[in-house]
């Protein structure tokens, strides 16, 4: 069975067993990357806001083993495990005074992006895209809403003050941290804690990860002001910025770096065997030169739309 016909069976079964007691629609939500998701939204009287149930991962489920009766009785789970909880009242979102302080900014890929720019307010840098994102803090979960042309509308605010406030405020939210690759390697296998911003010794190591204490849109570090000239003080030289994913960027200094022809076979590699097709953010390394306090793409002359200044978006 195709994906769309499992979508059909499961919203036609979904709404036979509700009865009409909630009224139940498909949508289909534009992600990162060209990427969308299918979801069934409930609209149920009383709640402030309506539930979606994406259905991606019940149909691999599916796909799996999983019966049409198993992946219909889990939708119905989820859903009235969600109604029973309560859905969290998001009528503040309104208010742009109220969430001001929590207004954010990431970066996405330009090209694979277009369909998905063209509806919310953004910055073109080099081949990426700055977009912005209300920072949502729950008691188990944290999430993200994309802000959209049409909260702008509502907020009654423009492209400067969104940008003047995420600016602001990402730094804040989500503090940068830079850790030598071989403690990355040493986290996953359990053996030690990653260390504060500045490991030493720098010439011992060869590859650095720029992110967040998050770890997650850790790539948005790049735009901190001040962060990549600090980088460049302790490397004592220019380096590249490989794009290992919109979650972290690899630093290599100049001169222990592999030519920059290995360095986008490096890129592809990694995007394509391990990185999930959402996660990816471009296929082109960075270059940040200190001298001229710019970031340019490799292997393209410093000029034109090339390159951006560090740390303002609009120089």
């Known amino acids: 069975m195709e994906y769309q016909a499992f979508v059909d069976v ?24 060209g990427r ?24 691999e489920a599916f796909r799996k083993g999983f019966s049409m009766e198993k992946v219909v009785y889990e939708v119905l789970k989820m859903y009235r495990e969600v109604v029973e ?9 309104r208010n742009y005074q109220r969430i001001q302080e929590y207004i954010a900014y990431k970066l996405i890929n330009y090209k694979e992006n277009q ?13 990426l895209a700055v977009v912005f994102y209300v920072y949502l803090k729950g008691e188990r979960q944290n999430a993200g809403m994309l802000i959209h ?13 969104l940008y003047r406030d995420a600016k602001k405020n990402t730094e804040k939210l989500f503090p940068w941290v830079l850790i030598p690759m071989s403690e990355v390697v040493a986290e996953m296998l359990g053996e030690e804690e990653i260390q504060e911003e500045f490991p030493m010794p720098i010439q011992e190591e060869f590859m650095y990860i720029l992110t967040n204490r998050e770890r997650n849109q ?39 770096c592999p030519k920059e022809p290995e360095l986008e076979e490096m890129i592809y590699e990694v995007n394509e065997t391990q990185v999930e097709e959402e996660e990816i953010l471009a296929w082109r390394a960075y ?15 410093q000029s034109g739309q090339a390159h951006f200044n560090s740390p303002s978006l609009h120089s």
Not at 287 to 301: A, C, K, M, P
């Open 10 to 33: 499961v919203e036609k079964r979904v709404k036979k067993a509700l009865r009409g007691e909630v009224k139940v629609e498909r949508k289909d939500t534009m992600k990162n990357n």
């Open 115 to 127: 369909e998905l720019l063209e509806q919310v307010p953004h910055i073109r840098m080099l081949d």
């Open 287 to 301: 270059y940040y030169d200190d001298q001229r306090r710019r970031v340019v793409l490799s292997g393209i002359e």
């Open 218 to 256: 850790g790539a948005a570090c790049m735009l901190y002001e001040g962060v990549l000239r600090k980088i460049a003080e302790v490397f004592g030289e220019n380096y590249y910025i490989l794009p290992s994913s919109i979650h972290e960027l690899i630093l290599i200094p100049e001169s222990r």
């Open 85 to 93: 909880k309560g859905v969290r009242d998001f009528s503040f979102l």
């Open 149 to 161: 042309t049409s909260h702008m509308k509502i907020w009654n605010i423009n492209e400067e003050q």
């Open 36 to 59: 969308k998701r299918t979801g069934l939204v409930f609209w149920v009287d009383g709640l402030n806001t309506a539930p979606t149930i994406y259905l991606e991962e019940y149909f």
